[in-house]
């Protein structure tokens, strides 16, 4: 059974219900991305992370008041906590355990676009 779709989602790909939970959700264009994306393992999010680490800091130099300056400490933390969990999530999973993950996903990708209809 495939899921009811409104006058709103003509445009989305029709899914259907045993391809994954959140794959109704996920646009063309969005599984191309993620095809591109998963062989990269969470490079990108550190990146970001990293970037906006920098922000906040640079927010954090320019306080004049104790109230700022703890404001921008609680940002930093938080961005610092979630960053490194992310860098600790990807060295545990390492080189070859990324490498099966990207394999698993890209199968169930290459199923999903089976499934809509995108394959060659």
Same mark, same amino acid.
């Given at each position: ?27 063309? !264009? #969005? ?28 927010? =954090? ?5 104790? #109230? !700022? ?8 933390? *938080?961005?610092?906590?979630?960053? =490194?969990? *992310? ?15 990207? !394999? *698993? ?16």
């Amino acid at each position: 059974m495939t899921p009811r779709r409104n006058k709103t989602d003509k445009n989305k790909p029709d899914i259907h219900k045993d391809s994954g939970f959140y794959a109704h959700q996920f646009s063309h !264009e #969005e599984i191309i991305d993620l095809e591109a994306m998963i062989a990269r393992g969470l490079d990108d999010e550190i990146a970001m992370l990293r970037v906006v680490l920098r922000r906040y800091y640079t927010e =954090a130099c320019g306080c004049q008041t104790l #109230e !700022e300056m703890g404001e921008a400490l609680v940002k930093i933390s *938080l961005v610092a906590t979630r960053l =490194a969990s *992310l860098v600790k999530v990807q060295q545990s999973l390492g080189a070859q355990g990324r490498g099966d993950f990207s !394999e *698993l996903f890209s199968q169930a990708l290459a199923q999903i676009n089976v499934e809509m209809g995108l394959s060659g």
